[in-house]
């Protein structure tokens, strides 16, 4: 009887006070310090402004010039190769090194926390650190292929655009593979060990275990691991601003960067708005698109 | 195991060791950038551009952890850092404990809009709110202080934290808090007394996380702070200039700024990973 009328209480009025006042607090902030600048950033995204001296309305004129703008889609179209290069990647080296972590190991919980370092490390930290292995003449990279004999002078890594894209991605996927480990780790160790038993003793393989229990099992987890992966590089800033600062050109110019000088270096406010109006735009649309194909919702 | 009945046991405790030690080089690979940054912190100028190539310093030396305290306001960077990360960290919690019960506890007329417009903050990029943050913390006089920072930070982090946090709160049964209520307590009674310590190891992992996140963020206090509230990341970045890259200094600011985040992650490393991994495995 009592806790029915509990249960009768989470209507009345006073509970529905209840429930603002536990949400208001972050309800507020968000409201102040995200949903503000963001409605504000829609607004200037409508003038020619500097924010001081210049506030020219030009309507949709901003939008209008970024459909013809290349260096925009050109950035759109780094940053995708850029994400998926090392979304990519990631899950190559998240899943290799799960599985092994998987087999019979002493101290797996050792060997899963020490992995989780380069994670730790700042996108600054870890972009300094590649810039400078990667660098011509004194980094690790190049004298480690010269001692191995597969070079016989330091290659210019950031210097070369494909090649900048190629070593910012995998840089990238260093700091940022244990996170899909750790996902595809948990997911393996979360399937039963007698179904892989039950699916041996049947006769089947090792890749049929693995297409057939495996997969099953982890496919889900492996799928959204890598969309957040996806979201979280498409949203990259900066560690390409101290590795390449966008170079060499505009090889890895990827959004992020390329609204970052429009404001910052040109100070067109409301075109960079823009910009940054079409990005969220594209990943709001891409997102609502994949959890739709996806139908998932863990987050 | 199928095949590994038809050996002793031995063997299979050889096939252990043998995974344990392919394992040791997977790690001692992966590791070994981290490595780099700690050994050229240990190197002279004079031994860093030395030809032919070493990878171990002929005599390491803590010159550039010095010189790179000294010549630059690192501490200043460093108690920055700290401070920001200490209040937001609890300013995260505090806050997204309460808006996780909130939302797992009540059920109110627009509900799913509000988690919506929350789970939407989230995919904000940074950069598109950067610039209209920096007029409002400028035009409430905010901008190159801590206080400006914390304020940023907690935001940003917040939305995540909410979403980590409702699942925890979800966990812990209903009936806590009606039995609390029935003792007499109010609701937010109830939330203090009978579920905040029920929630203790998603807070401690929750702390930690948000104090991580917060600890390694650049573009925020790249644009609001200019002087007396710069970070490490910031600071650290700013070794950089045009005409001189001091590699040995800023791998020792890098190893300094690291050596925190790295130590709390391993003291709070199982409370981090399954909270991390527990939506993971849900499923």
């Given at each position: 009887m009592v806790s029915r009328n509990l249960e009768m209480k989470g209507f009345s009025f006073s509970e529905r006070m209840n429930a603002f006042g536990f949400i208001f607090p972050a309800l507020l902030l968000l409201a102040v310090v995200m949903l503000y600048p963001l409605l504000y950033g829609i607004y200037i995204s409508f003038f020619d402004t500097n924010l001081l001296t210049k506030f020219d309305f030009v309507g949709l004129g901003n939008y209008l010039s970024i459909f013809s703008d290349q260096g925009f889609w050109s950035s759109i179209w780094v940053t995708i190769v850029f994400s998926l290069g090392t979304v990519l990647l990631q899950l190559i080296l998240g899943m290799s090194v799960a599985s092994y972590l998987n087999t019979?190991?002493?101290g797996r919980s050792v060997f899963r926390a020490v992995l989780l370092i380069p994670w730790m490390l700042s996108m600054v930290v870890g972009g300094l650190l590649w810039r400078w292995i990667y660098?011509?003449?004194?980094?690790l990279l190049n004298n480690f292929l010269i001692g191995l004999g597969l070079l016989d002078q330091g290659v210019a890594w950031l210097g070369i655009p494909d090649l900048a894209m190629f070593s910012v991605i995998i840089a990238y996927a260093w700091k940022s593979f244990s996170f899909s480990m750790l996902m595809i780790l948990a997911g393996l160790q979360s399937i039963p060990k007698d179904l892989c038993e039950a699916a041996e003793c049947d006769g089947g393989g090792r890749w049929t275990v693995f297409r057939h229990v495996v997969l099953p099992h982890i496919g889900n987890i492996v799928l959204i691991t890598s969309l957040l992966d996806f979201f979280r590089s498409f949203k990259e800033f900066p560690m390409i601003f101290v590795m390449t600062g966008g170079g060499p050109g505009t090889a890895t110019n990827v959004i992020s960067n390329s609204v970052r000088q429009v404001a910052f270096?040109?100070?067109r406010f409301g075109y960079s708005s823009a910009m940054a109006c079409v990005m969220l735009l594209l990943l709001l649309i891409s997102s609502i698109l994949l959890n739709r194909m996806t139908r998932s919702d863990w987050r | 195991m199928n095949e590994n009945e038809n050996y002793g046991p031995a063997r299979i405790e050889l096939k252990v060791a043998l995974n344990t030690l392919v394992g040791v080089v997977i790690a001692f690979l992966v590791l070994l950038p981290f490595f780099w940054m700690i050994l050229t912190s240990l190197k002279t100028p004079e031994q860093l551009f030395k030809?032919?190539?070493?990878?171990?310093?002929e005599k390491a030396t803590l010159q550039n952890y010095v010189s790179v305290w000294r010549d630059y306001p690192f501490v200043e960077y460093f108690v920055n850092s700290v401070v920001v990360c200490i209040v937001t960290a609890v300013a995260v919690v505090s806050t997204s404990s309460l808006a996780a019960y909130g939302f797992a506890r009540f059920h109110f007329k627009g509900q799913s809009l509000v988690e919506m417009v929350v789970l939407t903050t989230q995919m904000i990029p940074v950069i598109v709110v950067v610039i209209p943050m920096f007029k409002i913390i400028r035009n409430i006089g905010l901008y190159d202080t801590q206080l400006g920072l914390i304020i940023s930070y907690t935001s940003v982090t917040l939305p995540f934290c909410i979403w980590m946090m409702k699942s925890f709160v979800e966990n812990i049964p209903k009936e806590i808090d009606l039995a609390a209520m029935i003792d007499g307590c109010t609701r937010l009674q109830a939330f203090w007394k009978a579920v905040f310590p029920l929630m203790l190891p998603g807070l401690v992992a929750t702390t930690v996380f948000t104090f991580l996140e917060s600890w390694n963020l650049y573009l925020i206090p790249l644009v609001l702070?200019?002087?007396?509230?710069?970070?490490l990341t910031v600071g650290i970045a700013g070794l950089i200039s045009e005409h001189k890259i001091d590699w040995g200094q800023i791998m020792a600011a890098s190893t300094v700024a690291s050596v925190p985040s790295i130590i709390l992650f391993l003291i709070f490393e199982r409370y981090l990973i399954a909270n991390l991994t527990a939506g993971a495995v849900k499923q």
């Open positions: 019979r190991i002493y660098n011509p003449m004194y980094g270096d040109q100070i | 030809i032919p190539f070493q990878l171990f310093p702070s200019s002087e007396k509230s710069i970070p």
